[in-house]
């Protein structure tokens, strides 16, 4: 299969083949006009020197009276004269063209052409019914000048042709090669600098644009590019430590022959951490399609915090009483139902771990959206420790012995999957417990 030549060839090609037609059109109208105008020319003259010779004759007592006439022998002055078909005045030609004016006078007002002899006739009448005048004009240089004109003309053409696609394959050439090295450039920083830009400003014509185009589309293969290595990394280091737990456990439990309340207790141990893998990957996933702009939905801030609070209530509220307060109407969070389930439920265990004996979960309307706040009574955090909480592997001095042999990894899975779906997550430090508020953008 015959692939397309550039863009370069195609609009050279389109150039060249157009101005050939133009030039070719334009030609032909010029030597059809100035044919024209010549044939008028000389038809003009013909009749006039008829006329002029006619005027002259005179017919006096019944005889015609015909001026003398310098005989030059020259067809520019050929007049014939005739009288009942003699002729009564002729110049020195060729006996071929008086038989030619003798023809000619019997077609009184026609213009009479005799190709062999390169000669163009006219018969007048005179005042005198049986008198003809016969005037003849050379048609050679005529088209002598026709003929020059159309040598010249598409010598012109052809010219200017030539010069034309010359100039206009340097012009293609100069305005595409920024394209050309832009290209070359784009493709060269996808693969071994990304963070490279043409950096053109404001689009002020098609090149810019294009820079600018190209520039926005490197900075979303770049974005994409980190995101794939930052999840990457993130399954990494995030699944390392269930994993790890899960291989020591099993390791320990396959040493020896073990009682069945044993084995029960490790396999139970080993199902905790993979449901934690689970979360986290679950987690990851929804925290990489809210960045990658996939539909974030809507759902009832009071269903989502009631599920919670009776997921908390069942399996690990050990330390105090959940109370949920939704105040004022219905309250619709910008997220769908397990996106803010993923969110909430770190900051919501976190609570029901460290409070004393009281996690209060209240939201309230704000402006662009909904605030939860998660509150407990439990030691609170440290102002130092306000961002630190939220570093991935990072456990705040509140939780250290508090049983819970955790990676360090819910708040800061949580705070970045709200942050991509357009809230935040955030601790005000307070010696009276802790205070954390979660902001979902509006349903």
Not at 69 to 90: A, T
Not at 275 to 304: F, H, K, P, W, Y
Not at 358 to 365: E, F, H, N, S
Request: charged share 25%; aromatic share 4%; proline share 4%.
């Amino acid at each position: 299969m015959r692939h397309p030549r550039g863009i370069r060839s195609r609009l050279l090609s389109v150039v060249v083949v157009a101005l050939a037609v133009a030039l070719a059109l334009m030609t032909l109208g010029f030597n059809l006009l100035l044919a024209r105008n010549l044939s008028h020319d000389a038809e003009a003259l013909l009749r006039s020197r008829a006329a002029a010779e006619a005027g002259e004759i005179e017919v006096v007592n019944d005889r015609v009276m015909v001026p003398g006439q310098p005989s030059s022998g020259g067809l520019e002055s050929q007049v014939w004269v005739l009288h009942d078909g003699r002729v009564l005045q002729r110049p020195n030609t060729s006996a071929a063209l008086d038989r030619a004016a003798a023809a000619a006078a019997l077609k009184r007002g026609v213009s009479v052409e005799v190709p062999d002899l390169d000669v163009r006739l006219y018969a007048m009448a005179t005042r005198d019914p049986a008198t003809v005048v016969v005037a003849g004009v050379s048609v050679a240089p005529y088209e002598r000048t026709q003929q020059i004109a159309l040598v010249g003309s598409l010598t012109l053409a052809a010219v200017l042709l030539l010069v034309v696609s010359l100039v206009a394959r340097w012009m293609l050439r100069a305005a595409l090669r920024p394209v050309t090295r832009m290209t070359a450039d784009a493709e060269s920083w996808s693969e071994h600098d990304p963070d490279r830009r043409f950096a053109v400003g404001e689009p002020y014509d098609e090149i810019s644009q294009l820079g600018a185009t190209l520039d926005r589309l490197l900075d979303r293969l770049a974005a994409s590019l980190r995101r794939e290595q930052r999840f990457s990394a993130e399954v990494s280091h995030e699944l390392r430590t269930p994993l790890a737990k899960i291989r020591v456990e099993s390791e320990i439990a396959l040493r020896r022959d073990r009682a069945p309340a044993e084995y029960r207790e490790t396999l139970e141990t080993v199902v905790d951490h993979a449901r934690e893998m689970t979360s986290i990957i679950e987690t990851l996933v929804a925290a990489e399609q809210s960045e990658s702009g996939l539909a974030r939905g809507r759902c009832d801030a009071l269903d989502v915090l009631k599920s919670l609070a009776d997921s908390v209530g069942e399996g690990r509220n050990d330390h105090g009483q959940v109370e949920l307060d939704v105040s004022g109407a219905r309250l619709m969070l910008g997220v769908d139902a397990d996106t803010a389930a993923r969110i909430l439920q770190p900051v919501i265990e976190n609570a029901t771990r460290l409070a004393a004996s009281t996690i209060r979960l209240a939201a309230v309307r704000a402006a662009g959206g909904v605030v939860v706040h998660v509150d407990d009574d439990g030691p609170g955090v440290r102002e130092v420790e306000c961002e630190r909480i939220f570093e991935p592997g990072v456990r705040g001095t509140a939780a250290e012995g508090d049983g819970h042999n955790g990676a360090g990894l819910g708040l800061a899975l949580a705070r970045r999957l709200a942050r991509a779906a357009g809230g935040d997550i955030g601790v005000r430090p307070a010696p009276d417990g802790g205070h954390f508020t979660v902001w979902f953008p509006g349903g």
